[in-house]
């Protein structure tokens, strides 16, 4: 018998209910070994095993619905959490979903710095997370606020600047403007817990399989056979997260070595290693990590 079978409450995580933040959800949560509903009509799915219950809201009302202690949990944006001005916080990055909040005027239009903005009506669907910014940095300004897409407002008369996320920017090209200015805020998909929360075993597992899901999908694992003469140089090369591990081989005067190497260089870590002596090269994806 487990201990949730005793007397532990199910932790309560707020998730996104639909777009692609929250099939990115459902993929990691999947990969940290938690269950996911299989119909989106579905809003709450309890995994007992896990001691986990989900429920699947709009994803900017999860700030709220955490902030306000409803739940315990959330998987959410960061833009997102500071536009609510809830009462929750930043727990984990969780790298994905990554964006940018900017802002854009026409490229021809005479807003074209942030200095330029005072006296100006920017259009944004992030009032909360914009007037805060605004403030901070002494800008008087007009929020026209909208629910949705802003790239038609300027065209229309509503604005004189749009403020929004931008990922590629292919949308600001095709409606004839361009960003400009400091990036207001750098999001991307985090967890985030309501404030004051007391974490109990549940919580601190979940937090820990999720670390493991990030090191699993940001690193693999590298194996090689290298010289003992080379070893300091290959080892410079792939010195992991702890230390490299060193085993004799059978052949005298070689080494065998394994080390965890960051996933976005390990092609050139290869060539580098290939050049030091190292042969028998081999790289590993991970499915799960524990360090």
Not at 108 to 124: K, N, P
Not at 181 to 196: D, P, V, W
């Amino acid at each position: 018998m487990s201990d949730h079978d005793i007397d532990v409450p199910l932790i309560r995580i707020a998730v996104p209910n639909k777009g692609a933040l929250s099939e990115a959800a459902a993929t990691m949560l999947r990969e940290a070994g938690y269950r996911q509903r299989n119909d989106t009509k579905d809003l709450v799915l309890t995994d007992a095993e896990n001691g986990v219950e989900f429920y699947y809201l709009r994803p900017r009302d999860i700030a709220v619905y955490v902030g306000e202690g409803t739940l315990d949990l959330g998987l959410t944006g960061r833009d997102m959490l500071l536009d609510s001005q809830a009462p929750a916080t930043e727990i984990m990055a969780l790298g994905f979903g990554r964006s940018r909040f900017r802002f854009a005027s026409p490229v021809d239009g005479e807003v074209r710095s942030v200095e330029a903005l005072a006296g100006h009506r920017i259009a944004t669907s992030y009032p909360g997370l914009l007037g805060t910014w605004l403030s901070e940095h002494g800008v008087d300004a007009r929020l026209i606020h909208l629910d949705g897409a802003v790239e038609s407002a300027i065209r229309l008369g509503v604005a004189d600047v749009i403020a929004d996320v931008v990922e590629t920017g292919t949308t600001l090209r095709r409606a004839g403007l361009e960003v400009f200015g400091e990036t207001i805020c750098e999001s991307e998909a985090i967890m985030i817990q309501r404030n004051g929360l007391d974490r109990n075993g549940t919580v601190t597992q979940l937090l820990r399989r999720l670390e493991g899901v990030l090191v699993a999908r940001n690193y693999v694992m590298v194996d090689y056979n290298v010289p003992e003469e080379q070893l300091d140089a290959a080892c410079a090369i792939t010195p992991g997260l702890n230390g490299p591990t060193v085993s004799a081989l059978a052949m005298e005067g070689w080494v065998a070595v394994r080390s965890l190497v960051p996933r976005k260089d390990s092609q050139r870590l290869l060539d580098d290693l290939y050049l030091a002596g190292a042969r028998g090269i081999l790289l590993t994806d991970l499915a799960a990590c524990r360090l």
